[in-house]
């Protein structure tokens, strides 16, 4: 047996055939012929054969010998089966065990409340199932396949990962624009089967539609929420338009524009619009300012005119000779005054004299 | 046991052979395929082809002499490379479109294009050379925009009418990108939009200054006329008082004013009453 055994010199296999010999020749044959047992030759023969009974134990449960030693039959490696009534093999019992379980799980589907299911019957589409627990038949026969069709799936263009693309409007401007395009599955049957590559079919169509309509606007138009608004709408409309042409079972739920920005390049350029803009506001605003000051400078004089002018008409002369009088006086009370009685004397001014002594008299008036 | 081996021996044999037989004849075709059966070399008949009777499911063969081609059924996207196309009044566009078609005659197909990628490799450039006709017809401008859809009619009529030799039928054909091509182009349509934008700049400032002097006019005329309304009730009071306020203004001592002095003649007016003549 140990010849016929590829893995002879292993302990395990050897212990066996010697178990078998070694009873009646005693432990004179067990010692030279198990180097791997030091303590088999010296200690005493009892001793010697419980040792390598314990070891051949080990081998004999855990060892890589084990299973094989017990010569082909049912159950694991550690594990033995308890017989089965009459004696026949477990064998088929868990074969028909795993494949009833396959089965049955195979024809048990729990379909998700957002979820839908399309049942293949052979190959061919035989129906589709709605939320709930359905049974089908097993699996090589039937087979399901489970989609999520209320979820809505947000595309970004460009994706995170893309450089920003810029798109041309209709009067050849560009605009460098990021969008979100939000879909979901109208006919589960129709996205499974009708189209070879869906998703990339929504990204392709979205940036179709996309360049189309802004096309048909201008750079300022794209700009404005206006405008903006009805791209989104015609993108939307299109998709719809060349998805159900294809019989795609999409449905797309909306376009958003997050960001439409003229191109990097000319960013300065635009700036300086809204400057100016705020620039001719400022002046705007100024030219305001000044209006509204004339105009209430006017209408003040003009008022306090009048108010005069009212007292006048009661008593010209006195009202007249009044305010000569009092101007007169604010005048040349704060004035110096110099009075020539003298007829035909020519008077001696000394100007520079009055000036030096006025600046010292009024420090603070020059 | 073995009593039962000979006795029904024979009919053990001819059950495995059935069964075997079975394996090899019968086939699933799927939902999403339609399969040619080709028997030595020539196809033979066609199964869940769009339009045809036989649908999808298990289906049977003679084993060993009939083999199947599986075509996809599916709308396959057959996608262009970049192509730079002249517009009629000679401005370069990069036109980047894509055709959707589908395998409509399988049986052309396989003996025509071998496979869908024969179809698309045959495709493609028939592509290419329908949409730079096309669109080379037209301007630039009509090249982006309202004239898109009839253009892009023709080309998937033209490319349909070519891919029939192929069993595909094409189903739509649209332009994904019109890009300025980099470098000149695209570096003079920066240009354009540059000075475009200061051009615009330009106005809205210079329309500030003209609202700004347009309001200052208008406050000045308004003012002149609320002066004119109130001071011509009567001129030679208004020359009087006026005078009054001027002399105040122009000789009363004030912050930021000359010194003024006076050297009155006894004759004066305002003196009149000083030399106590009446």
């Given at each position: 047996m140990a010849g016929k055994n590829p893995w002879g010199s292993s302990g395990g296999g050897d212990d066996t055939d010697r178990g078998g010999e070694d009873s009646?020749?005693?432990?004179k044959g067990g010692g030279p012929r198990n180097p791997w047992l030091p303590g088999g030759g010296n200690d005493g023969s009892g001793e010697g054969k419980r040792r390598s009974a314990s070891i051949e134990d080990i081998f004999k449960n855990r060892g890589p010998e084990g299973p094989r030693r017990r010569g082909g039959g049912p159950g694991g490696p550690n594990f033995r089966m308890p017989q089965r009534p009459g004696g026949k093999s477990w064998g088929p019992v868990i074969a028909v065990v795993v494949i009833g379980g396959f089965l049955l799980l195979s024809s048990v589907h729990l379909v998700e409340p957002r979820e839908q299911g399309v049942v293949k019957t052979l190959g061919s589409y035989s129906r589709t199932l709605d939320p709930g627990l359905h049974f089908t038949l097993p699996y090589p026969i039937e087979s399901v396949d489970k989609e999520d069709v209320q979820g809505v799936r947000a595309v970004n263009i460009?994706?995170?990962?893309q450089r920003a693309k810029l798109i041309l409007t209709g009067d050849q401007n560009l605009v460098d624009l990021s969008y979100t395009v939000r879909w979901n599955i109208k006919d589960l049957a129709d996205f499974k089967f009708e189209l070879a590559d869906p998703i990339e079919t929504v990204n392709e169509v979205a940036e179709a539609a996309m360049r189309a309509s802004v096309a048909e606007k201008t750079l300022d138009e794209t700009f404005t929420g206006q405008g903006r608004a009805e791209i989104q709408q015609r993108v939307r409309l299109r998709m719809q338009e060349t998805l159900d042409a294809y019989g795609a079972g999409i449905d797309v739920r909306g376009v958003e524009i997050a960001k439409a920005d003229p191109p990097g390049e000319v960013v300065d350029a635009f700036r300086d619009v809204s400057v100016a803009e705020q620039n001719a506001d400022a002046a705007r605003n100024e030219a305001r300012g000044y209006a509204q000051q004339t105009l209430s400078r006017a209408e003040g004089e003009a008022e306090a005119f009048d108010k005069v002018y009212e007292q006048y008409r009661l008593a010209p002369e006195v009202t007249r000779q009044r305010l000569y009088y009092e101007t007169m006086e604010r005048v040349l009370a704060q004035t110096d005054k110099t009075i020539?009685?003298?007829?035909g004397v020519t008077p001696y001014l000394p100007l520079p004299e009055i000036q030096r002594r006025s600046r010292q008299g009024a420090p603070g008036g020059q | 046991m073995d009593s039962i081996w000979t006795k029904y021996r024979w009919a053990f044999v001819i059950a495995g052979i059935g069964l075997v037989a079975l394996f090899l004849s019968a086939y699933v075709v799927n939902e999403e395929e339609q399969v040619v059966v080709v028997q030595a070399g020539k196809p033979v008949r066609t199964v869940n082809t769009p339009g045809g009777d036989s649908g999808a499911g298990l289906k049977f063969r003679v084993p060993l002499v009939e083999s199947l081609r599986r075509v996809d059924k599916r709308v396959l996207d057959l996608e262009m490379r970049d192509e730079e196309v002249l517009s009629n009044d000679q401005q370069r566009l990069l036109v980047n479109a894509y055709a959707r078609f589908r395998i409509v005659d399988p049986v052309t197909m396989v003996e025509r294009a071998n496979n869908t990628d024969g179809v698309r490799r045959a495709l493609e450039p028939i592509l290419n050379s329908a949409l730079r006709q096309e669109l080379g017809r037209r301007t630039f401008q009509a090249m982006l925009t309202a004239e898109r859809g009839t253009a892009l009619a023709n080309v998937r009529a033209n490319l349909d009418r070519e891919a029939r030799q192929y069993g595909a039928e094409v189903i739509d054909v649209q332009i994904k990108r019109t890009d300025l091509p980099e470098g000149a182009p695209l570096q003079s349509a920066f240009r354009r939009m540059e000075t475009d934008r200061e051009r615009e700049a330009r106005t809205i400032r210079a329309q500030g200054t003209r609202d700004a002097r347009i309001i200052r006019a208008e406050a000045d005329a308004e003012a002149a006329r609320i002066y004119a309304e109130a001071f011509g009730k009567d001129q030679d009071f208004y020359d009087f008082y006026r005078a009054m306020q001027s002399y105040e203004q122009s000789f009363a001592r004030g912050e930021g004013r000359g010194e003024s002095s006076f050297i009155l003649s006894p004759d004066n007016e305002y003196l009149r009453q000083f030399r106590g003549r009446r």
């Open positions: 009646p020749s005693g432990e460009p994706a995170s990962n020539v009685e003298a007829e | -």
